[in-house]
């Protein structure tokens, strides 16, 4: 079974442009979260969706951000006209079914805004 | 979801046992002690969790006091490889709260 994925590992923007971030649950799993890293900062929470449904969006920066999970495909998190401030390490996170809060985390990908 | 208190650093010898204190004095009846680390860059990883009981696997033990407002995390038998920052959150459903966490260092 293989573990969350996440891609790209690496990516760089300009001030500007625009980021998709892709995470795919591990297999059965249908709850996704999203998590931002800054630099020698600790983990903050983004996003917690299930398919379609955005269930908890109350880390999520009011602009600019948006994060998706849709019925078939990965979940998506994008970042409009990037800025420097952007840069960080972004993990994804899943969950099974099970009514236990144990998230299994991609290796995450590591956003740098030039 | 409660807040959680750790020391921010310690050391421990390789091979003995690593004890990982945590403090959440504000823990309400339904929610649970989880465990996390991360190891250099990576992404956290699940370790343990527990209600009232106490909890082994293979990776670990997590012992909650009776009254639940703290609990220890015990590493049996430290190797290098579990140099990290391990993560006490006390949740429900949802979101992982995670604050600074207490980085250990498991020296030769």
Same mark, same amino acid.
């Given at each position: 079974?293989?573990? &969350? *994925? ?14 998709? =971030?892709?995470? %795919?649950? *591990?297999?059965?799993?249908?709850? &996704?979260?999203?998590?931002?890293? =800054? ?6 929470? *983004? ?10 969006? %109350?880390? *999520? ?25 952007? %840069? ?11 009514? &236990? ?14 | 979801?409660?807040? @959680?208190?750790?020391?921010? /650093? ?27 680390? !991360?190891?250099? /860059? !990576?992404?956290? !990883?699940?370790?343990?969790?527990? #209600? ?8 670990? /033990?997590?012992?909650? @006091?009776?009254?639940?407002?703290? /609990?220890? #995390?015990?590493?049996?038998?430290? @190797?290098?490889?579990?140099?990290? $920052?391990?993560?006490?959150? $006390? ?5 992982? !709260?995670?604050?600074?966490? @207490?980085?250990? $260092?498991?020296?030769?």
């Amino acid at each position: 079974n293989a573990g &969350v *994925m996440q891609n790209p590992r690496h990516l760089v923007r300009r001030r500007g442009q625009e980021a998709r =971030l892709r995470c %795919s649950p *591990m297999k059965g799993h249908s709850h &996704v979260y999203w998590y931002r890293q =800054l630099p020698e900062e600790g983990l903050k929470f *983004m996003v917690y969706l299930q398919k379609e449904n955005i269930i908890d969006e %109350s880390g *999520m920066p009011k602009e600019r951000f948006s994060a998706e999970f849709p019925k078939e495909g990965p979940s998506i998190l994008r970042i409009q006209q990037v800025v420097r401030g952007d %840069s960080a390490a972004y993990f994804c996170a899943s969950s099974p079914e099970t009514g &236990v809060n144990e998230q299994f985390f991609g290796p995450g990908t590591r956003l740098t805004v030039l | 979801d409660a807040k @959680t208190t750790q020391p921010p /650093s310690m050391d421990c010898a390789e091979g003995r046992a690593a004890n990982l204190p945590c403090n959440h004095s504000t823990i309400s009846g339904n929610e649970y002690v989880y465990w996390y680390r !991360q190891i250099h /860059s !990576q992404g956290p !990883q699940y370790i343990i969790h527990g #209600l009232k009981n106490n909890e082994t696997n293979e990776m670990a /033990s997590l012992i909650i @006091t009776e009254d639940r407002k703290s /609990s220890t #995390l015990i590493l049996p038998h430290a @190797t290098l490889r579990d140099t990290a $920052v391990y993560y006490c959150i $006390v949740t429900g459903w949802g979101k992982l !709260q995670f604050g600074a966490g @207490t980085q250990v $260092v498991v020296t030769p």
